[in-house]
DNA sequence: AACACACCCAACCGCATCCTT
DNA sequence: GAAGGATGCGGTTGGGTGTGT
């Protein structure tokens, strides 16, 4: 007896795979006529068989205007070892400071190019010791669902294995501070009073002068780095253990320290 | 020439977050 | 505040292509 499934019959069955040329000069006429959003209507409108997913992503990652495609520079590559140090793999943050690129590329990028390049002796999943790695992966998605910065934890990225507390004010000194905890798994944090710096984390959550806001760093960049970001892995205005962001690096820093 | 393996990258998937009602 | 849909993000997959034997 054959066994057609629900999903079948009640949804027009979706075309996966590759782009055809054709399908992206329908996408690219609907997004320039319509704009973007409302992508789940947009296989309906247009008359393609995609997800609103699917189509976002094409969109997104390849029809978009302003997409630089080809070789990174050697600026671009830099820049990403740099930000992903930082970051770890926070992709979209990443090619958010890199024009032109989009988050699938620069995590392509890493993944093929530079995760080599940067943890010598990363291992691929043909290799006999791979179940061993995999088990670190899980940790690593587990992190993930904790929702716990990869910042927090240094294997995820090849950042620096020890973490350590550091207390840095805005009128430009710059002192250390013994760790809340003695496990390395602590988060660095980072606290700023911003009567004389004028400064943001975005458009949405202000730090007002004379308020402070605690920040999460991982120690070895700081130094390095400072130079030119200033990563804003979670704050809390005033104290008040209010709003609480993990997503973003949010400003450029040019001041030297 | 034929095959096997490795590499690359576009696209998919699942989950989290945001937004609207 | 709750529910449901839309969107965004990062991990993973799989097909195409390159390279070595």
Redesign the pocket.
Known sequence: MEVIKRSSVLKPQL?????KPEEDLILKSYVETHGE?????VSQRSGLM?????C???W???LRPNIK?GEMSKEEEDLIIRMHKLLG?????IAGRIPGRT???V???W???LNKKCIPGKR?A?DPDHHHHQHE?ND??LN??K?LS?LCHSESSGSADLITTKSISLDGRKEEKEAESSTVTDPTWMEINTDSFNYYIDDQYPILPGKNATFVFDDEPLTAYLDSFILFESFECDGGGGAV???AINHVVTNNY
């Open positions: 075309k996966k795979n590759l782009w959003g409302n992508w789940a209507t995609r997800g609103g997913k699917s976002r992503l094409r997104k990652n390849y495609r793999n926070r992709w979209s943050l988050d699938n590329e995590k392509n990028y993944n093929t190019h691929k043909t992966e690593e998605n993930k669902k929702k990869p962001r993990t997503d």
